[in-house]
């Protein structure tokens, strides 16, 4: 298992936690392995952080190392952030805020991560991650997402097997209700494809679902040569 990072830190963990080969290296500037070197490429809140100019030579460099009918499988931060319109001297900007928490400089769409994919991978599945409201518990503590009643609530029963039940519920509540959505609309979920259902409550749920929490899941494989 190989780890590729432009932190040396991260290099670190990944080295206790089981990486075979792990280094630090500039990824925007290229990827230091062979082509068709690899079966699998993972990411994982990544392409969020890339600069948009970079997006495209970044996948040409992830194609390029993947085997023909190879896999990948990329956890990518999505929605629409309007960069355009930001004012960046501005501290209360919204989407100043967005971007100087942890560098999301590279946001886009789920249709567009799936245009710039497109040209190198078939689309095996895609779909926007609904975790939210379901973030882990720990998150929702913090964040007060469920409302003070909730936090107190479970502040009466808190403790670590507590948290850890937690998570595991909303966990398989998160993979029912996206095995729900795949059912229902395929193996890849954009919103420009769901009809409307006809009950406007239904269309809100379902568009909750949808837009998720600025997040999506895609799995590719490379086409045999």
Same mark, same amino acid.
């Given at each position: 298992?190989?780890?590729?990072?432009?932190?040396?830190?991260?290099?670190?963990?990944?080295?206790?936690?089981?990486?075979?080969?792990?280094?630090?290296?500039?990824?925007?500037?290229?990827?230091?392995?062979?082509?068709?070197?690899?079966?699998?490429?993972?990411?994982?809140?990544?392409?969020?952080?890339?600069?948009?100019?970079?997006?495209?030579?970044?996948?040409?460099?992830?194609?390029? +190392?993947?085997?023909?009918?190879?896999?990948? @499988?990329? &956890?990518? #931060?999505?929605?629409?952030?309007?960069?355009?319109?930001? %004012? =960046?001297?501005?501290?209360?900007?919204?989407?100043?805020?967005?971007?100087?928490?942890?560098?999301?400089?590279?946001?886009?769409?789920?249709?567009?991560?799936?245009?710039?994919?497109?040209?190198?991978?078939?689309?095996?599945?895609?779909?926007?991650?609904?975790?939210?409201?379901?973030?882990? +518990?720990?998150?929702?503590?913090?964040?007060? @997402?469920? &409302?003070? #009643?909730?936090?107190?609530?479970?502040?009466?029963?808190? %403790? =670590?097997?507590?948290?850890?039940?937690?998570?595991?519920?909303?966990?398989?509540?998160?993979?029912?209700?996206?095995?729900?959505?795949?059912?229902?609309?395929?193996?890849?979920?954009?919103?420009?494809?769901?009809?409307?259902?006809?009950?406007?409550?239904?269309?809100?749920?379902?568009?909750?679902?949808?837009?998720?929490?600025?997040?999506?899941?895609?799995?590719?494989?490379?086409?045999?040569?």
């Amino acid at each position: 298992m190989y780890g590729v990072d432009m932190s040396s830190s991260c290099i670190e963990i990944a080295k206790q936690n089981g990486f075979d080969h792990a280094l630090t290296y500039d990824v925007v500037q290229g990827l230091p392995y062979a082509d068709n070197e690899f079966d699998f490429i993972y990411t994982m809140d990544f392409f969020g952080h890339v600069e948009f100019r970079s997006k495209d030579p970044m996948i040409a460099e992830i194609s390029r +190392i993947t085997k023909p009918g190879g896999y990948g @499988f990329h &956890g990518i #931060e999505s929605g629409f952030i309007d960069y355009l319109n930001c %004012n =960046p001297k501005n501290p209360d900007d919204t989407v100043r805020k967005y971007v100087y928490m942890e560098g999301h400089v590279g946001v886009e769409t789920l249709e567009d991560i799936l245009d710039r994919f497109s040209k190198h991978f078939e689309i095996v599945q895609a779909f926007p991650f609904p975790i939210r409201p379901l973030l882990n +518990i720990s998150n929702i503590l913090n964040s007060r @997402f469920w &409302g003070e #009643e909730f936090c107190s609530a479970f502040a009466d029963i808190d %403790n =670590p097997t507590s948290r850890i039940a937690a998570d595991l519920v909303l966990g398989w509540v998160n993979k029912y209700l996206t095995d729900q959505l795949l059912q229902i609309y395929g193996n890849v979920v954009l919103p420009s494809r769901v009809a409307d259902t006809g009950n406007p409550a239904l269309n809100r749920f379902i568009d909750t679902l949808l837009q998720g929490c600025g997040f999506s899941m895609t799995t590719l494989r490379k086409p045999q040569a």
